[in-house]
């Protein structure tokens, strides 16, 4: 399961067979849009259809900002990153993300990934306020965007894989709105830096109940602008 936010032999992985829509949350400056960035390289790669795409929507400021990083040996300019549709929502704008997934099934093809680059920063907490009369308006905003969202995967489902994954930044052990992700979302990747530099990419699995088991993590660094996978441990057990 880590494997797929690296270059590694070993990334290869079947679409039909993971959680349609994940969420990958750690820390500002934890290389988590490198990590998406390969993921889109991954899931661009290991399909057989040309034709498919990956939907990287992300904030165009904050890209040109803190641009993602490459595993060693990918070369920028080859074919594989033509897969990859770059769409670019404005800054605090939630309604963005809305009608792209409520016009979703309306596409003649669907792609087999969407990556959704710093999620929770798109909902700004006093428009949200604003918008919903409402003290936890960026809560209920958040709430009915991943309804859409996850209705829409589901959709496209039915027809073949298609991916949704959504990075958020959480300063504590764990995201913000941790308690309303696990409503929708199974499968959590959390990172967490450690005293050497590098940071540490955990596997959850969240059952109903809310325990996380099956957990395995990866080490990682950014050095010399790439991405760079240090190693992959197996934990076993239940949280």
């Given amino acids: 399961m880590l494997e797929r936010f690296f270059c590694t032999k070993q990334a290869d992985f079947h679409p039909q067979e993971a959680d349609p829509i994940t969420l990958l949350s750690g820390p500002p400056s934890s290389g988590k849009t490198s990590l998406l960035f390969q993921f889109a390289v991954n899931s661009a790669s290991q399909c057989s259809n040309v034709n498919s795409k990956v939907v990287f929507i992300c904030s165009r400021r904050r890209l040109e900002t803190k641009p993602p990083y490459l595993a060693q040996g990918i070369d920028p300019g080859c074919d594989i990153f033509?897969?990859?549709?770059?769409?670019?929502?404005?800054?605090?704008?939630?309604?963005?993300?809305?009608?792209?997934?409520?016009?979703?099934?309306?596409?003649?093809?669907?792609?087999?990934?969407?990556?959704?680059?710093?999620?929770?920063?798109?909902?700004?907490?006093?428009?949200?306020?604003?918008?919903?009369?409402?003290?936890?308006?960026?809560?209920?905003?958040?709430?009915?965007?991943?309804?859409?969202?996850?209705?829409?995967?589901?959709?496209?489902?039915?027809?073949?894989?298609?991916?949704?994954?959504?990075?958020?930044?959480?300063?504590?052990?764990?995201?913000?709105?941790?308690?309303?992700?696990?409503?929708?979302?199974?499968?959590?990747?959390?990172?967490?830096?450690?005293?050497?530099?590098?940071?540490?990419?955990?596997?959850?699995?969240?059952?109903?109940?809310?325990?996380?088991?099956?957990?395995?993590?990866?080490?990682?660094?950014?050095?010399f602008q790439y991405l760079l996978l240090e190693g992959i441990t197996e934990v076993d057990g239940e949280q």
């Fill in 82 to 223: 033509k897969r990859i549709k770059m769409k670019y929502i404005n800054d605090d704008d939630d309604e963005g993300i809305k009608k792209y997934f409520a016009a979703f099934h309306l596409k003649d093809t669907f792609p087999i990934a969407v990556v959704v680059d710093d999620f929770g920063d798109f909902f700004h907490e006093r428009s949200c306020q604003e918008r919903y009369g409402n003290p936890r308006g960026r809560d209920l905003a958040m709430v009915r965007t991943l309804a859409l969202c996850h209705n829409a995967i589901i959709f496209a489902n039915k027809t073949g894989p298609c991916r949704l994954l959504l990075s958020d930044t959480h300063n504590g052990d764990s995201p913000r709105s941790l308690f309303i992700y696990k409503r929708w979302i199974r499968t959590i990747f959390t990172v967490k830096g450690d005293d050497s530099g590098s940071f540490c990419l955990k596997y959850n699995k969240y059952s109903e109940s809310g325990s996380s088991k099956g957990t395995k993590t990866a080490k990682y660094s950014i050095a």
